[in-house]
């Protein structure tokens, strides 16, 4: 099932990487509102629009590429059940240029464990 996320829904002031970093942090939103919806089997359609400012790396890292680093994910999994929608281009580039480092990243990962 196709569900629809808006992060202002969860905070018009998305901040901060970990949920020690305080109220709408990318860490609480990964783990309470995406990953639940993921293993459940929903495709998920993230409108990011309608926040109060702009968005920092370390919401973005945590609460979306982590989920391939972090969530046993793997980068054609994300690619294939989760949408991005923004009417603001450098937002959408931003996130997809964190989720392409997590995709190196977890080849990276995965090439040293078969000890290439």
Do not use: C
Not at 83 to 94: A, Y
């Amino acid at each position: 099932m196709k569900k629809i996320l808006h992060v202002k829904n969860y905070t018009l002031e998305p901040f901060g990487r970990y949920e020690i970093d305080g109220e709408g942090n990318g860490e609480e939103y990964r783990k309470k509102y995406i990953v639940p919806e993921l293993k459940e089997g929903n495709t998920l359609e993230i409108h990011l629009d309608g926040i109060n400012d702009e968005y920092g790396s370390s919401f973005l890292v945590e609460a979306f590429a982590n989920i391939i680093r972090k969530e046993g994910f793997s980068y054609d999994e994300f690619m294939e059940k989760i949408q991005f929608k923004s009417v603001h281009e450098d937002w959408l580039e931003d996130l997809y240029s964190f989720i392409e480092e997590a995709r190196i990243d977890t080849q990276g990962n995965a090439a040293k464990l078969k000890g290439l």
